[in-house]
């Protein structure tokens, strides 16, 4: 389940025209209307070993030998632990009997669309937890801080279970009926087939991207500031969806599952958003190399290029292998700046400064990177710039 933007995208990209926006919105409801039940979210998972949390063995012995008579007695038609304080009134029985729409499946298990889109389903199997107490204790130490919060640039854990006769977990998030990936529209073909339509997806301009990151960022700090950190940060985990005045919102997905799922996923990670030092082991994972992998997907939102695909080579060290004087010309994606050369002004100014920002996140000694607070500073001073 490397990532899901095989499902098509429903929603076009903004404009600052208020007819072109009052236009898109018309597409979107047409395409709901065709199609309500997709939705891109989720990708692929990465590991931390350290991070694992272990309950103490005879707790957790104790705590498997309740939930096996739970389960025995048919106490899964109990209701799933709640998140936050929004009330889930289905039992586990109920929710696994709905009607759903199988976004992607790897090693780690699946992930479904329920209720068109409103809700997502994460079932993991074949992950196996030191009885329910670790479990628990991992979601709330890994998952569940950044609820506190209650950011809107994070997709929100709702509830979660745990059977450990059946060795599979459910973890519950809001869902986004017209969610895409930045992944797909950054890179995902322009010209797309919907039912009976042809559909052309056009480029992110400036004052998109710019907001898209400053989104992302407001996000990834919304994690670090729960004093957790996200460990998989990739265009794929970015969801965009559209808010009601026509503009994209990012919102940042998956947080916290590596240290949830273990060793188990080390195999799905995508090793061109990792820091050198989760490269080298992963259980050097942490919120600077969350800041690490922001910046390449800051390069990625410049560049156009898409990391996993760039010949091999680390997009940071090809962006290092310019002179700072020619990257308006050689680096920066031609759809922010045209094939004409851009003169200097105010936008010259800024796409330079978010490209050196990024650049400072992809700084090889962790020590030197910035964190996340100073990053969405500088972002913010960007966009008032």
Not at 34 to 56: G, M, W, Y
Not at 122 to 145: M, N, Q, S
Not at 189 to 218: F, G, K, M, Q, S
Not at 314 to 334: H, K, N, Q
Request: charged content about 25%; some cysteine; proline content about 4%.
């Amino acid at each position: 389940m490397d990532d899901l933007t095989k499902h098509r995208p429903e929603i076009m990209p903004s404009s600052s025209s208020k007819a072109a926006a009052a236009g898109r919105l018309r597409i979107i409801r047409s395409a709901r209307d065709r199609r309500r039940e997709r939705l891109a979210l989720f990708s692929c998972l990465v590991i931390n070993q350290k991070e694992k949390l272990a309950a103490s063995a005879g707790a957790a012995a104790g705590e498997e030998t309740r939930q096996e008579a739970r389960n025995a007695s048919g106490d899964d038609d109990g209701p799933p632990a709640v998140v936050g304080a929004k009330a889930l009134p289905t039992t586990v029985r109920a929710l696994l009997r709905e009607p759903a729409v199988l976004l992607g499946e790897g090693t780690a298990g699946s992930t479904y669309s329920l209720r068109g889109g409103r809700l997502v389903l994460k079932r993991l199997r074949g992950v196996r937890w030191d009885g329910t107490a670790e479990f628990e204790r991992l979601v709330a130490a890994a998952i569940a801080p950044v609820v506190v919060e209650d950011d809107r640039h994070v997709v929100a854990l709702r509830a979660y279970h745990y059977s450990p006769t059946e060795n599979e977990a459910l973890l519950l998030y809001d869902g986004f009926p017209m969610g895409i990936s930045l992944w797909t529209m950054l890179h995902g073909p322009r010209r797309y087939y919907d039912d009976d339509d042809y559909c052309y997806r056009a480029p992110l301009d400036w004052e998109t991207r710019l907001a898209i990151a400053h989104d992302t960022a407001r996000g990834v700090g919304s994690i670090h500031r729960a004093r957790i950190y996200h460990g998989n940060i990739k265009s794929s985990n970015i969801l965009l969806t559209v808010t009601g005045g026509g503009d994209y919102m990012a919102l940042v997905s998956e947080h916290g599952l590596p240290a949830l799922i273990g060793p188990n996923s080390r195999s799905l990670s995508n090793q061109a958003y990792h820091a050198p030092e989760v490269k080298d082991s992963i259980g050097n994972n942490g919120q600077k190399a969350d800041v690490y992998s922001f910046g390449v997907v800051l390069l990625e939102l410049l560049t156009g290029k898409n990391p996993a695909c760039n010949d091999g080579v680390d997009l940071s060290r090809w962006v290092r292998s310019f002179a700072y004087t020619e990257w308006m010309a050689t680096v920066v994606d031609t759809d922010l700046i045209g094939k004409q050369p851009v003169r200097k002004g105010r936008k010259m100014d800024a796409i330079l400064d978010l490209l050196k920002l990024a650049m400072d996140c992809c700084i090889t000694d962790a020590d030197l990177r910035p964190d996340m607070n100073k990053v969405e500073r500088l972002i913010t001073q960007i966009r008032r710039s």
